[in-house]
């Protein structure tokens, strides 16, 4: 039987109380499987389509620890920074500062609220490149937060097991309308 290659998909996001989403995700033995490699276009596909700036496998169903970053400014974050969509197999935290700072955060998967999130200003990560080079990296600010945002959703969290009160939650609306962040993110 011959195999048809399809081109990259938009795939349906998991939303809040799908089990998916409260699953420890597997290791990738293998990051050159056909299916893995398929499965990062289709993510990266979603990902631009649905105005994100990172991505996680659980979160298109897919029990995995793959995770992509890709920040840059859009309707859901007009002031995020630019960057190439980085795609990290089995990352973990190697370091991190001893500071930590609250900001803002959505979740493709908790649609329409966002909420007030306590994160490290500064990690060391490692992760394997969808290449299957052995990656170790510096992350800062606000590309420091998507990361560990997507790597709580390898682990079954989210972001609202993070705030410090639900009086840190607000609506997509009033985010957008008075409390997208003035400053400039580098
Ligand atoms: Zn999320």
Same mark, same amino acid.
């Given at each position: @039987?011959?195999? !048809? ?18 699953? #420890? ?6 990051? +050159? ?35 992509? !970053? ?8 007009? +002031?995020?920074?630019? @960057?190439?969509?980085?795609? @990290? ?13 609250? $900001? =803002?955060? /959505? ?5 329409? #609220? ?7 200003? =500064? ?8 290449? /299957? ?19 709580? +959703?390898?682990?079954? @969290?989210?972001?609202? $097991?993070?705030?410090?009160? !639900?009086?840190? #939650?607000?609506? $997509? ?14």
């Amino acid at each position: @039987m011959t195999t !048809v290659q399809t081109a990259p998909k938009r795939l349906e996001i998991s939303q809040l109380g799908n089990p998916i989403l409260r699953q #420890i995700a597997q290791p990738i033995d293998n990051v +050159h499987d056909r299916n893995i490699q398929a499965l990062i276009d289709d993510l990266l596909t979603t990902l631009i389509e649905l105005n994100g700036v990172g991505i996680a496998a659980p979160q298109v169903a897919v029990p995995y620890r793959l995770l992509i !970053v890709a920040s840059r400014p859009n309707a859901r974050y007009p +002031h995020a920074p630019v @960057m190439e969509p980085t795609v @990290m197999v089995n990352p973990h935290l190697v370091s991190h500062s001893g500071e930590v700072v609250k $900001d =803002w955060e /959505g979740c493709l998967s908790v649609p329409g #609220i966002r909420g007030l999130v306590p994160r490290y200003r =500064w990690i060391e990560v490692e992760y394997i490149s969808r290449e /299957g080079g052995l990656i170790r990296q510096e992350l800062t600010d606000f590309v420091a937060r998507i990361f560990q945002h997507e790597l709580d +959703h390898l682990n079954g @969290m989210v972001f609202l $097991d993070r705030l410090e009160s !639900v009086r840190d #939650i607000v609506t $997509d609306q009033e985010y957008l309308c008075r409390l997208v962040p003035t400053r400039t993110v580098a």
